[in-house]
């Protein structure tokens, strides 16, 4: 087994009604004044944003309030919410909804601690420090509660790109499954691929590691969890027991848990950056769309590892000296089960029609401009994502 680093500093309040506790929390932190953030308007509708509101007023904290966070959330956001900050003296900041609001506020953590613009974080410059972060998660699916990650989208040239740093970690996450009551269909079944892909990108480790079994069978059992219990609340939204499951799968999935980041592959993700940077997608629909095709295209680097994801998680049966059978057979059945949670396959599914060109436009934009490569499993170079691209449309 290879040094792995596990870091899980965040502390978790799991359950019913867990969000009258915000003003504690905060108020145990130190805080005293607090910028809200969150995204659209159902935080107000369903009263959750009074409710935060209430139990920060308990506690003595003050606090502005900043809404209207995108998915592949905007730089533009994120330098209203640094002016914002600094002109009301914010010392905290509370992110209320799923990834996209918690990287929001992480970025903007960036831009009231450094000096200069807050995308150069964003672009390689290391932040020396981040206001401190509370989430409220209405979202289970990006698991940026528990990750050192923030994935940002910078308008001038729809470039998605990700800053992740020690000091990003949320200080707290409060995490109640009954909020994720009313997500749309197609919001949770995204987010369940979401949190699926989280843990494959950990599973297809790169060359010469070997993975402890203890974390192989973690990974495979809560992908399986995730499968079984998205189905149940897709057909009953409110079933409390399957919310709580896939919200906590997605908290483990992200949280190193089910394998060092550091070792993943992470290809798919990065294919996927730039799908909706261009296409405004949503980002687990989207990996779901190239999750096949990147599959297809390096699994002849190690067909054995592919093939132990079709025996654990889908219950092939294995028959050694067909590795590569029993891989592909796997690959189909993960594309079989998005299909079933009207996830798509391709490209196309969603709508879109790539042109030559644009293939071209992505793969420059992924390779950061012909200057990296991108890949734990198997390194791909431009030609490579070109290829996947062109399987995925």
């Keep these: 087994m290879e040094l ?62 900043l809404g209207g966070v995108v998915p592949n959330p905007r730089l533009s956001k994120v330098y209203e919410g640094i002016e914002l900050g600094k002109k009301e003296g914010v010392d905290f900041i509370l992110a209320v909804g799923g990834g996209s609001v918690i990287d929001s506020a992480k970025a903007i953590g960036y831009g009231l601690t450094n000096e200069g613009d807050v995308w150069d974080y964003y672009t390689g ?49 409060v995490m109640d ?13 995204s987010g369940c691929t979401d949190i699926i892909v989280h843990s494959l990108e950990r599973f297809f480790v790169k060359p010469n590691v070997k993975q402890l079994n ?28 399957a919310r709580a499951e896939i919200m906590w799968s997605g908290t483990l999935s992200h949280n190193d848990i089910t394998g060092d980041r550091t070792l993943g592959d992470w290809a798919c993700h990065q294919l996927e950056h730039e799908l909706g940077g ?69 490209i196309s599914d969603m709508g879109i029609e790539l042109t030559d060109e644009q293939i071209k436009e992505l793969a420059y934009k992924c390779s950061f401009k012909n200057t990296r490569t991108i890949g734990g499993f198997k390194a791909l170079d431009i030609n490579d994502m070109e290829a996947i691209y062109k399987l995925a449309k």
């Excluded at 401190?132 to 990750?147: F, K």
Aim: hydrophobic fraction near 45%; aromatic fraction near 10%; charged fraction near 20%.
């Design 4 to 65: 792995f680093q596990y870091l899980a500093p965040t502390k978790v309040i799991f359950g019913r009604g867990t969000e009258a506790r915000v003003g504690e929390l905060c108020k145990e932190q130190g805080a005293r004044k607090v910028l809200i953030h969150y995204g659209g308007h159902s935080a107000k509708k369903s009263g959750l944003l009074d409710r935060i509101c209430q139990a920060l007023d308990a506690a003595g904290v003050s606090y502005v309030e």
């Design 125 to 173: 410059k290391a932040p020396a420090a981040c206001t401190p972060i509370g989430a409220v998660l209405t979202i289970a699916a990006a698991g940026s509660e528990m990750s050192n990650a923030s994935i940002i989208t910078n308008e001038d040239g729809w470039l998605k790109r990700g800053a992740y740093s020690p000091y990003a970690y949320c200080k707290f996450a």
């Design 177 to 189: 499954p009954e909020l994720t009551y009313t997500l749309p269909p197609y919001q949770t079944a």
């Design 214 to 241: 203890l974390t192989d069978g973690i990974a495979e059992t809560l992908i399986k969890n995730v499968m079984r219990n998205v189905k149940i609340a897709l057909k009953k939204p409110t079933d409390y027991d």
């Design 278 to 346: 261009m296409f405004d997608i949503a980002h687990g629909a989207g990996l779901a769309a190239v999750w096949g095709s990147w599959a297809r295209y390096v699994m002849p680097t190690n067909p054995a590892r592919f093939a132990q994801l079709a025996v654990n998680v889908f219950g092939i049966p294995f028959t050694a000296g067909d590795e590569e059978k029993i891989a592909l057979e796997g690959i189909e059945a993960m594309e079989a089960f998005f299909k079933s949670i009207d996830m798509p396959t391709k």
